[in-house]
């Protein structure tokens, strides 16, 4: 069976040329005569895959020596906890912006550590929009501001960063990161799971400015304590070996098309591909603030919502995978991170045209 093009949103569609280098080098990795999954995380070898992942996510975010960069597990939710954990007591309390499904989630866990208040919400618009810059102010003696740069369910995307002044501004960037070129030294905080734009699920990454780090609640545990992670390179214990490796072999590849102007560039043409599309048809149609559409994932709705089945049984048979929406909207979604080529948007709208001739 051939690859098609995987539309999930997560864990969604990784370089091809990655996992052939991977299938390569799987039983023996650079003549160690065992695997690199084998390896103990303690050996220099696997520090210097650690390492060498590292250099390269520094090199393509500019990350500067101010920044400690942790590669962690437990995934994007268990940062909802670990950031109030690290950062809530630095202020009277952590602000939010609520953009959607996983600004939500991140605030319900934020409260069991301390005061949370949110600024601005989108939700009495049905999350079809962020919030804009003119609709909050941040508290000057706050933890920090949190925002969800891109919803990944709701398919909503800022179109600038919140101004947070002295207040650390933290992002979960679990479904743009690496997606579009960002100006690191804005951050606080940086989190994001791996299993979109990263490499395979079971890695997460955390970003964060040093001089935050000292004020951790007590009852943190030491894995969950960013400080504890940093001195001892992420490994308070045993870290995910094999998903550290292939998300440096992602690093790898990003690098050499060109880095993350070269993906950002890509993204805006498969986006837009899409957008011009789905806003020509009549059959179509996407129901987000043009100017806050996500440029990772595309939600559509079909004109007649009876023929959601055949299209996605369709869509399987032409090669074009996961495309059903979130259980909690409903309608389609195409999650085009960073891997997902050009070609594969052109099949979806080349599929989706002759779907509308057949049945709109
Ligand atoms: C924006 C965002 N935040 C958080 C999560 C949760 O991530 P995880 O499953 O890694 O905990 C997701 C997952 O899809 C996401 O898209």
């Known amino acids: 069976m051939t690859r098609g093009y995987n539309f999930c949103s997560g864990p969604a569609m990784l370089p091809e040329a990655v996992m052939l280098k991977a299938q390569q080098e799987l039983p023996n990795w650079r003549n160690t005569g065992m695997s690199v999954m084998e390896l103990s995380h ?8 650690v390492s060498d992942a590292e250099a390269r996510l520094r090199q393509l975010l500019d990350i500067s020596d101010d920044y400690g960069v942790i590669f962690t ?23 939010f912006l609520d953009t959607g499904a996983w600004s939500v989630k991140s605030i319900k866990e934020a409260e069991r550590y301390g005061p949370v208040r949110v600024l601005a919400s989108t939700k009495d618009k049905h999350y079809r929009h962020a919030v804009r810059a003119e609709d909050f102010q941040v508290s000057p003696d706050a933890s ?18 919140p101004e947070s002044g002295k207040v650390p501004l933290v992002a979960d960037m679990s479904s ?23 490499g395979p699920a079971g890695l997460t990454l955390v970003i964060v400015r040093k001089d935050l780090l000292g004020q951790t609640l007590p009852g943190t545990p030491s894995l969950l304590d ?22 440096g072999l992602v690093f790898e590849w990003l690098q050499e098309q060109g880095g993350v102007p070269a993906m950002q560039q890509l993204n805006e043409a498969k986006s837009q591909l899409l957008y ?20 990772m994932n595309v939600p559509f709705i079909l004109a007649d919502e009876t023929l959601n089945e055949r299209f996605l049984a369709e869509a399987d048979k032409a090669g074009l995978y996961n495309l059903q929406g979130h ?32 049945y709109g």
Do not use: W
């Open 276 to 295: 011009d599309f789905v806003d020509a048809s009549g059959f179509y149609r996407n129901p987000i603030d043009p100017v806050h559409r996500s440029r």
């Open 144 to 161: 920090y501001l949190h925002y969800t740069p891109n919803e990944t369910i709701g398919g909503v995307e800022f179109n600038y960063v």
């Open 73 to 95: 597990q437990g995934g994007a939710t268990l940062q909802f906890s670990c950031v109030p954990m690290n950062l809530i007591a630095r202020g009277s309390g952590a602000e």
């Open 176 to 198: 743009c990161i690496l997606s579009q070129t960002i100006d690191v030294s804005r951050f606080g905080l940086i989190y994001a799971g791996a299993q979109k734009n990263i």
């Open 226 to 247: 960013y400080q504890a992670q940093i001195d001892q390179g992420s490994m308070v214990n045993t870290p995910p070996t094999f998903a550290i490796y292939l998300a």
């Open 327 to 358: 259980r909690s909207v409903g309608g389609m979604r195409a999650s085009i991170y960073n891997a997902m080529p050009l070609a594969g948007v052109q099949a979806l709208v080349t599929f989706m045209k002759e779907f509308e001739r057949r």
């Open 42 to 49: 303690r050996s220099d070898e696997f520090v210097s895959v």
